[in-house]
């Protein structure tokens, strides 16, 4: 069964065109280590909770956007080389000098999953 990466990012609303820039130049590295897709989702409809919710989990402004993200890999083992070797790469699509994160990454929340059930239709 796959492997997920899922990410929730908190972008400032007008860095939009930086952000998919981003994640166009970065999200490539993953699909040449071995990923099947990644997603970049932009929030459109996520509402305040009330105990807890998207936002608030990744301290978003009112001036922000909330980024739902996920990396579908074949399995763990091909998730886990991937990530190796984004932690040791000089590829310069991982480096943030070169392309820097539109958003504060101090506040991206992200982990990885194993599907525990898949409905297709």
Sequence with gaps: MSYVDGFIIAVPTA????FIEHARNGDSFFIECGALR????WGDDVPDGEHTDFRRA??????????FSWIEWPDKATRDAGMKKM???????????K????????RLIYGG?????????
Excluded: I
């Design 38 to 41: 990644v997603l970049e989702c």
């Design 113 to 121: 999953f194993a599907p525990v059930l898949e409905l297709t239709k």
């Design 99 to 106: 392309n820097p994160m539109p958003f504060d990454g101090k």
């Design 58 to 67: 990744v301290k978003a402004q009112d001036d922000e956007t909330v980024v």
């Design 87 to 97: 932690l040791n790469s000089d590829d310069p699509r991982m480096d943030p000098a």
């Design 15 to 18: 860095n939009k065109a930086r």
